[in-house]
């Protein structure tokens, strides 16, 4: 308390000395004012007799025996003021300043009497705020602090590899680069490994993985350990309990785990389900099953979606195929699903993207939107091809269909290329009418290209298509990601501010 009590008096007699100093210096003009007010026709004819300001209050300093500040003043009155009405105000506020200024000397002058007036202001605080408290303080239980609660929501960027290696990097890692360049590695890769998915998340998502043997495994994405994209990154066996051989082909973060939220899987020999992300909203240690398969197939793909989008699944021949998920029936867990789509010989599926019902509501009737509209705006599906070769087809030159059909054709293939991934993009448009999103590249051997969706050009489903990446020494295409919406900072580069889920491998 003493601590306490000799603090407020050292605030107190600042705060006293600090009113006095500036009550002297008023006071201090005031009385020079009131001179020159007594004076008043003798100031008048001296400040027109002098020629400059200075002059003037020079001789208003000799003559009248006045400070500077005084005579400054003195100058600075308005003709409005001479009257004898505001000579009155300056004698006024000169006896309300003695007596503030006695006030104050007499306060510092005594201890007692600023512990009084500390007991004062505590009275009149306390009565200014002695209303009973609002909100209510409820006891939290243990008042643990969790680890989650202690790490930053910032934005990441993960990495898996076909051997089953992730790492988390900053999703900063790689700059923007034009179409047809060769790319930047995204870090160092074991023996005859390559990159099979590549997405951006946040730190307190909760990271679905998702085997070939349909089982789906969980962690959060803090949980993978940050790295340098020079790295090799962590094994996912240290942070999962994968069994011998299983790889992980999908990788969803949720931030959380609603009813009408749906996740929508399609199988190598093209079985497709969609069940609720509510069933994944506890998973164990050892995982737990998303869909069964047939002998010798595997789980390829896993999308998020709601029963207003419509899912778009593309082959290897590039045959397309778009329908309502509305259409395909939720199921559980321990289900097959039902087939997708009806191939060709030698043809396997490719890819499989989902289209938002928001990218269509300016179609009026979503349904209609493929029959009725034929034009080169957005939005478009973007094809990539193994070789390296890319284009945009509008969403409209496509028409939906059910399901167990062989669809359109979306992209003719030489005998030597196929389809790597195909994507939905249009989802951030700029002010040009034009997409803002990018597309990552990832080569077999680990080479990075990011590039302007807006930089492919818009084609017929017939045509051929522009290089993306040359794939000189680097293989095949190996995994695209897309990621959405970018922002310009001052230095003229850009960076990543919306992505959503999306990724093929």
Not at 36 to 58: C, E, F, H, R, Y
Not at 288 to 316: P, R, Y
Not at 332 to 357: C, F, H, L, W
Request: charged letters at 25%.
């Amino acid at each position: 308390m003493k601590e306490f009590l000799d603090f407020r008096c050292y605030v107190v007699e600042r705060r006293a000395r600090f009113k006095l100093l500036q009550a002297q210096e008023r006071y201090h003009i005031v009385e020079g004012i009131l001179v020159g007010l007594d004076n008043l026709d003798s100031v008048i004819d001296l400040i027109k007799k002098a020629p400059t300001n200075a002059l003037a209050a020079a001789n208003l300093m000799k003559d009248f025996k006045l400070s500077e500040k005084q005579a400054d003043a003195i100058l600075d009155i308005s003709l409005r003021r001479l009257n004898a009405l505001e000579r009155h105000k300056f004698v006024d506020e000169g006896k309300s300043l003695t007596e503030h200024i006695f006030k104050l000397q007499e306060l510092l002058s005594s201890r007692k009497k600023i512990l009084q007036l500390i007991e004062d202001e505590a009275v009149e605080i306390k009565n200014k705020f002695s209303s009973p408290r609002r909100s209510m303080l409820v006891d939290s239980g243990t008042g643990e602090v969790g680890e989650i609660d202690i790490i930053p929501n910032d934005e990441m960027l993960l990495a898996v590899s076909e051997k089953g290696y992730v790492k988390r990097m900053s999703p900063d890692t790689f700059h923007l680069q034009h179409r047809g360049t060769i790319g930047k590695s995204v870090g160092k890769l074991r023996v005859n490994d390559t990159m099979s998915d590549v997405l951006v998340c946040h730190a307190h998502d909760q990271v679905l993985y998702f085997s070939d043997k349909g089982t789906v495994y969980s962690a959060p994405a803090y949980k993978i350990p940050e790295c340098s994209r020079a790295a090799a990154g962590t094994p996912l066996v240290q942070i999962l309990s994968l069994s011998d051989g299983e790889r992980i082909t999908s990788i969803i973060p949720l931030d959380e785990f609603t009813e009408d939220q749906y996740l929508m899987m399609l199988t190598a020999k093209g079985y497709i389900k969609k069940v609720s992300s509510n069933f994944f909203s506890s998973i164990r240690s050892t995982g737990i099953i998303a869909i069964q398969l047939v002998h010798g197939d595997e789980l390829k793909w896993v999308k998020c979606c709601t029963n207003d989008d419509f899912v778009a699944m593309a082959s290897q021949k590039g045959m397309v195929i778009l329908s309502p998920c509305e259409s395909i029936k939720s199921q559980g867990r321990n289900t097959r699903g039902s087939v997708a789509m009806r191939m060709k010989e030698g043809d396997k599926i490719a890819s499989m993207d989902i289209i938002p019902a928001a990218l269509l509501s300016g179609f009026g009737k979503v349904s209609d939107a493929f029959e009725s509209h034929r034009s080169a705006n957005g939005p478009w599906l973007l094809f990539v091809s193994e070789s390296g070769l890319g284009k945009r087809v509008p969403l409209t030159s496509f028409r939906t269909s059910r399901l167990n059909r062989i669809g359109l054709i979306g992209y003719k293939f030489s005998s030597e290329d196929r389809l790597a991934a195909a994507f939905v993009v249009g989802f951030s448009l700029g002010d040009d009418g034009e997409s803002d999103e990018q597309v990552v590249l990832v080569s077999q051997s680990g080479t990075v290209n990011r590039i302007k969706v807006r930089d492919i050009s818009i084609q017929s489903r017939f045509a051929r298509g522009v290089i993306l990446m040359r794939l000189d020494q680097a293989g095949k295409i190996q995994s695209t990601s897309l990621i959405s919406g970018v922002d310009s900072d001052s230095d003229g580069s850009e960076e990543v501010i919306v992505v959503p889920i999306a990724g093929a491998s």
